[in-house]
């Protein structure tokens, strides 16, 4: 049975910093594709971030491009979100994601909610003004 585990949001003010992070059990980061999702009240569900090939491959939305890094580590099994200069805009539950069928290195490739297997939780993220 996969479990995916976030942890790590909180409250911050604009201009701060939090690092996400999400613990796997059942399922091995380094085979497939996994990324950081999020969705802000009255909103869609939106792609922030994935890593594939190992962690070799990154890909960022445009919104967080230059702002957030996802890492992962595979001895841990732990994947991360490093968010640095976060934005009101930022506010969402945050979900970690993992895919069971894409292990290429191309993350970009139908990077979005269907394409993706097993699901954490989700952490609250809230940057004030």
């Known amino acids: 049975q996969v479990q995916l585990v976030e942890s790590g949001g909180g409250s911050v003010q604009a201009g701060g910093s939090l690092r996400l992070s999400c613990a796997a059990s059942?399922?091995?980061?380094?085979?497939?594709?996994i990324g950081w999702f999020r969705q802000a009240p009255g909103k869609e569900r939106e792609g922030v971030a994935c890593?594939?090939?190992?962690?070799?491959?990154?890909f960022y939305a445009d919104s967080v491009k230059g702002r957030f890094t996802i890492s992962q580590d595979n001895a841990q099994n732990t994947l991360y979100l490093q968010m640095n200069n976060l934005k009101p805009e930022d506010t969402a539950v945050y979900y970690c994601?993992?895919?069971?069928?894409?292990?290429?290195?191309?993350?970009?490739?139908?990077?979005?909610?269907?394409?993706?297997?097993?699901w954490g939780q989700g952490t609250q993220v809230t940057v004030s003004s």
């Open positions: 059942g399922y091995t980061y380094s085979s497939y594709r």
């Open positions: 994601a993992a895919d069971r069928v894409y292990s290429g290195s191309r993350c970009y490739l139908r990077f979005q909610g269907a394409a993706f297997h097993f």
């Open positions: 890593i594939c090939a190992g962690g070799r491959s990154t």
